[in-house]
């Protein structure tokens, strides 16, 4: 069996390190690269061509980092490239948008290595793996959606849904709206984790009900 190129990605070095030790020596993976956050993060990815990502986002429940935004954006370019992502959290306060993202695996960060490798390994093989200790609060929160919004929508991602409503794909969306493509993504997946849709079309369906837009 040919071993999952992993790359490991978090803002802190220690935390970095810590994932570096704990796939060592681990079968069945081999760490190619670890780096912080990257804006570039696309072009870093031609560089050490991982089959997947193990991403610490290293949130912090009582003071959110003011990038989150910006790391979530990212999650949705990976997912868009086509690179399974792991991402290790401290607790379920941000799984939702992590997963909504794009994150194909979500870990609590005090995961153990037996099963963060078997997490990379279920991924890169197109399944969704979520720690039984945030698949409860998330599909509580998807089963909770028909009534009301699990959270409000910004003023960018209501025009976006406003677009979807439209039946605009997301390269006119972002023409229309003068952003990238993969911000498009972005929005599209936060419109459908608010709203606990799994398509555009029920997204734009439970909008109406909830008078978020008139078709």
């Known amino acids: 069996m040919i071993d999952l190129r992993v790359l490991i990605v978090a803002d802190d070095p220690l935390a970095r390190a810590g994932l570096a030790a704990l796939l060592a020596d681990q ?3 081999t760490i190619v690269g670890q780096m912080a956050e990257d804006p570039d993060l696309l072009s870093t990815l031609d560089v050490y061509r991982p089959d997947v990502v193990a991403w610490d986002l290293g949130w912090d429940a009582s003071s959110a980092s003011s990038s989150m935004d910006a790391v979530l954006e990212h999650l949705a370019e990976l997912e868009d490239a086509g690179t399974p992502v792991v991402a290790l959290i401290p607790d379920d306060t941000y799984a939702l948008e992590a ?3 794009g994150a194909r695996g979500l870990l609590l960060r005090q995961s153990d290595a037996g099963r963060l490798v078997a997490t990379l390994i279920a991924i890169a093989h197109g399944l969704v793996v979520l720690d039984p200790a945030l698949a409860t609060p998330i599909l509580a929160a998807r089963g909770s959606s028909s009534a009301s ?6 003023p960018r991602e209501l025009e976006v849904l406003g677009l979807l409503a439209e039946g605009l794909p997301n390269k006119a969306i972002a023409r229309r709206l003068g952003i990238s ?3 498009v ?3 599209v ?7 606990g849709a799994q398509s555009r079309t029920e997204a734009v369906v439970r909008a109406t009900r909830l008078g978020l837009i008139l078709l």
């Open 189 to 195: 997946n936060a419109v459908l984790g608010k709203l």
């Open 149 to 154: 919004l699990i959270e409000e929508l910004t």
């Open 181 to 183: 493509d993969h911000t």
């Open 27 to 29: 079968p069945g993976c």
């Open 185 to 187: 993504k972005f929005h």
């Open 99 to 101: 997963q909504s993202a």
